[in-house]
């Protein structure tokens, strides 16, 4: 990711900088929704391959509502394994929560970016 934004950087600071903003955005959140995907696969895999749950979809399912700390509830891990639901649980918070950072982050580089080009070229204009 910070390699894209390295090759875009200098378009980036070209006008008009409105719709490059939302393009950061939008691209940062698919970003940030592709990590989120794979985490909740890999745990849904985890569950799978010990045996936790007969079905994939049921894996998915149970990875998908802890991961995102929704916990309905109307699917229960069995006493010996109900650990791993707390830590998918967890695991799912600490990365929402850095992906969240992320998305602010890069938005805030390229806007600051912007701004400073902006200021450069008044400079060099007067």
Known sequence: MEWAFARAHYWLLREPHRPKLML?????ALW???MVTAGVWLWAFCFRMLGIFLTMEAAVYFSLVSYTALGYGD???????????????AN??????????????????VRLGQLQSGRNREREGR
Do not use: F, P, Q, S
Not at 24 to 28: E, G, P
């Open 24 to 28: 950061v955005v939008l691209i940062t």
């Open 75 to 89: 699917i229960l891990l069995t006493h010996e394994w109900r650990i791993l639901g707390g830590m998918a649980a």
């Open 32 to 34: 940030a929704l592709l």
């Open 92 to 109: 799912g918070l600490l990365n929402i929560g850095l992906l969240t950072a992320l998305l602010v982050e890069a938005l805030r580089h």
